[in-house]
């Protein structure tokens, strides 16, 4: 069964364009280079417009662990954590079921 | 855009069986008669077998509102709050960006 991960961030009001920016990059290459990606999508919170989720499904963990050694993931991740509130976010891995 | 769900539950561990399938109840009637549904998984967090999440791909809010009103809803979301372990889940409803 695939592997789903949901990773939340709350990000600064003022840098909110520029998350938005880097992270459009991290999801367009992840969807375009990373094989076993079923799905990578951002996301935004409708009760809380600063906080971010990226919602994720990989065919494997194997999948799962070269995106996260990938150029674009190991450069743009830290790029997106200069962004953040100082609220911590999460990070949720999960196993489908159904 | 589409909506996105995940709405977690914590479940007792010796309702687990009782509540995988009355999920999958939920999750095979909610793909296979929802109008606007992309994708309805039910996952279970790697780190806490009694953690679960559904995980939800609506193409609008619409959809997720008709969903919400389905005979199969309406009547399978009570019964799986009868598994709960009393720690409280959580749902959120994000709109994607990308």
């Not at 600063?50 to 194997?62: G, K, N, S, Y």
């Not at 953040?84 to 489908?96: A, C, N, Y």
Request: charged share 30%; net charge negative; aromatic share 10%.
């Amino acid at each position: 069964m695939s592997i789903r991960v949901v990773a939340e961030n709350y990000v600064r009001e003022d840098a909110v364009g520029d998350y938005l920016a880097i992270a459009r990059e991290l999801v367009e290459k992840t969807n375009e280079l990373d094989r076993g990606c079923v799905s990578y999508q951002l996301a935004r919170d409708l009760s809380d417009p600063l906080r971010f989720a990226v919602i994720e499904e990989w065919e494997d963990q194997a999948s799962l662990d070269a995106h996260m050694k990938s150029e674009h993931f190991t450069r743009l991740i830290p790029e997106l954590g200069k962004f953040g509130s100082g609220k911590p976010g999460g990070i949720l891995v999960f196993e489908r079921v159904y």
